[in-house]
């Protein structure tokens, strides 16, 4: 006995509405995300800051080389001081926000302008660049557009890889105001239709959770019609609006993780990026205080890292050092860990660890990661195993290779 045809053609037409709606939801996971994101008042931009904060972050790390080499080993430290000096900078975003204050219409005016001819002239090394206006909030919300038109203005139209962050969200609507302000931006300056991508910034505790339970975050990344690409977490103002003490506000104070552990959930296979917050503690002032710094800086990345945020801000050069350093000893670790899985799983042999294609897919996107920020080349991997190419590495990421 088998069910009527009716009855099964029900079936299959609800669960085809169902898959179609998860894939335009989730699309997957997309490529290219920067490492960081370097913060800078939109006052001090000048297109020269990348080779500026490079080679005072390459000073700093060869003054401190033997703290630095100790942490990940002279191989990893050399390739770390040799990016320095050659791309520093992945993702640049000048801030009209915090970091630049209240300075008039005139003043800002003039900087939103020159800000727009900075992005422009970037190094094709600054893969991403942008500005963080201030808030779409009823007191701040015309100087915001305000600014973002003036940049757009300055540069001559979208530089290429530009996004501006919108800090400040509390609330799901404001992420359909932001794809609103898009539109008309692209309407009324001669815009090709979507070319304006956006940030939201998550930095308040409605941002997570909204008054009725549900995850603000989520509905803000299926509200922004594909146009939201990040979502960045604000370290001390969500800790301030959690009540945490000042002395105990961090990137891995409990409800740090929190936050983060949500937003992760919440922009998992959409495309969106996640991004981890900042730390203000700089490596500057005494010896001491600068390797202190340093040292925690390395820990914080690595912690990241291992977590699964890809991403963080850097608010000073001296982070650049222990960005590319951690960010390089992570990933060397990880091939050295993934290919001898790989391998196993290409090779189909019997294995104490039985990998699934899933896990397959995870293990083949970590070597791509590596190989996108410069950890390694492809030969170091198929000098592990021989079979995993560049190519082979997509195909399991992509979950295109038959499974066991």
């Given at each position: 006995?088998?069910?009527?045809?009716?009855?099964?053609?029900?079936?299959?037409?609800?669960?085809?509405?169902?898959?179609?709606?998860?894939?335009?939801?989730?699309?997957?996971?997309?490529?290219?995300?920067?490492?960081?994101?370097?913060?800078?008042?939109?006052?001090?931009?000048?297109?020269?800051?990348?080779?500026?904060?490079?080679?005072?972050?390459?000073?700093?790390?060869?003054?401190?080389?033997?703290?630095?080499?100790?942490?990940?080993?002279?191989?990893?430290?050399?390739?770390?001081?040799?990016?320095?000096?050659?791309?520093?900078?992945?993702?640049?975003?000048?801030?009209?926000?915090?970091?630049?204050?209240?300075?008039?219409?005139?003043?800002?005016?003039?900087?939103?302008?020159?800000?727009?001819?900075?992005?422009?002239?970037?190094?094709?090394?600054?893969?991403?660049?942008?500005?963080?206006?201030?808030?779409?909030?009823?007191?701040?919300?015309?100087?915001?557009?305000?600014?973002?038109?003036?940049?757009?203005?300055?540069?001559?139209?979208?530089?290429?890889?530009?996004?501006?962050?919108?800090p400040k969200i509390r609330a799901a609507e404001q992420a359909d105001i932001a794809v609103l302000l898009c539109e008309a931006i692209e309407s009324a300056h001669g815009l090709a239709a979507g070319s304006l991508k956006f940030e939201l910034q998550i930095e308040s505790p409605q941002a997570v959770i909204a008054a009725d339970g549900t995850a603000t975050v989520a509905q803000a990344i299926h509200r922004s019609a594909g146009r939201c690409t990040g979502l960045h977490y604000g370290t001390y103002?969500?800790?301030?609006?959690?009540?945490?003490?000042?002395?105990?506000?961090?990137?891995?104070?409990?409800?740090?993780?929190?936050?983060?552990?949500?937003?992760?959930?919440?922009?998992?296979?959409?495309?969106?990026?996640?991004?981890?917050?900042?730390?203000?503690?700089?490596?500057?002032?005494?010896?001491?205080?600068?390797?202190?710094?340093?040292?925690?800086?390395?820990?914080?990345?690595?912690?990241?890292?291992?977590?699964?945020?890809?991403?963080?801000?850097?608010?000073?050069?001296?982070?650049?050092?222990?960005?590319?350093?951690?960010?390089?000893?992570?990933?060397?670790?990880?091939?050295?860990?993934?290919?001898?899985?790989?391998?196993?799983?290409?090779?189909?042999?019997?294995?104490?660890?039985?990998?699934?294609?899933?896990?397959?897919?995870?293990?083949?996107?970590?070597?791509?990661?590596?190989?996108?920020?410069?950890?390694?080349?492809?030969?170091?991997?198929?000098?592990?195993?021989?079979?995993?190419?560049?190519?082979?590495?997509?195909?399991?990421?992509?979950?295109?290779?038959?499974?066991?």
């Amino acid at each position: 006995m088998t069910l009527p045809p009716d009855v099964l053609a029900g079936i299959e037409s609800r669960l085809n509405a169902v898959d179609s709606e998860l894939a335009r939801n989730y699309p997957g996971d997309r490529a290219g995300q920067p490492i960081h994101t370097a913060y800078i008042s939109a006052a001090e931009a000048t297109a020269d800051l990348p080779h500026e904060w490079g080679a005072a972050a390459a000073e700093l790390a060869e003054l401190h080389g033997d703290l630095l080499t100790g942490l990940a080993g002279s191989e990893v430290f050399d390739l770390a001081l040799n990016t320095l000096r050659q791309r520093p900078i992945q993702d640049l975003r000048l801030d009209f926000e915090d970091g630049y204050g209240t300075r008039g219409d005139e003043v800002e005016d003039r900087d939103a302008t020159h800000a727009g001819e900075v992005l422009a002239k970037l190094p094709a090394e600054v893969i991403s660049r942008g500005i963080r206006m201030k808030g779409l909030t009823t007191a701040e919300w015309p100087r915001a557009v305000r600014t973002l038109e003036r940049v757009l203005e300055g540069a001559g139209g979208v530089p290429a890889g530009f996004v501006f962050t919108i800090p400040k969200i509390r609330a799901a609507e404001q992420a359909d105001i932001a794809v609103l302000l898009c539109e008309a931006i692209e309407s009324a300056h001669g815009l090709a239709a979507g070319s304006l991508k956006f940030e939201l910034q998550i930095e308040s505790p409605q941002a997570v959770i909204a008054a009725d339970g549900t995850a603000t975050v989520a509905q803000a990344i299926h509200r922004s019609a594909g146009r939201c690409t990040g979502l960045h977490y604000g370290t001390y103002d969500y800790s301030a609006a959690c009540g945490i003490s000042p002395q105990f506000q961090s990137l891995e104070h409990p409800v740090a993780d929190h936050a983060k552990a949500v937003m992760q959930a919440a922009a998992a296979q959409t495309g969106v990026w996640v991004c981890d917050g900042s730390t203000q503690v700089l490596p500057i002032g005494t010896d001491v205080e600068v390797r202190t710094a340093l040292d925690r800086h390395f820990r914080l990345v690595s912690r990241s890292l291992e977590r699964g945020y890809y991403q963080g801000w850097d608010m000073g050069a001296g982070h650049l050092a222990t960005r590319w350093l951690a960010t390089f000893a992570f990933y060397r670790g990880a091939l050295g860990a993934a290919a001898p899985r790989i391998g196993r799983y290409l090779d189909r042999q019997g294995s104490a660890v039985v990998d699934e294609p899933a896990t397959a897919q995870a293990l083949a996107t970590v070597v791509l990661r590596g190989l996108a920020c410069g950890a390694f080349q492809p030969d170091d991997v198929t000098a592990l195993v021989p079979q995993a190419t560049v190519e082979v590495l997509h195909q399991l990421r992509e979950r295109r290779i038959p499974a066991l």
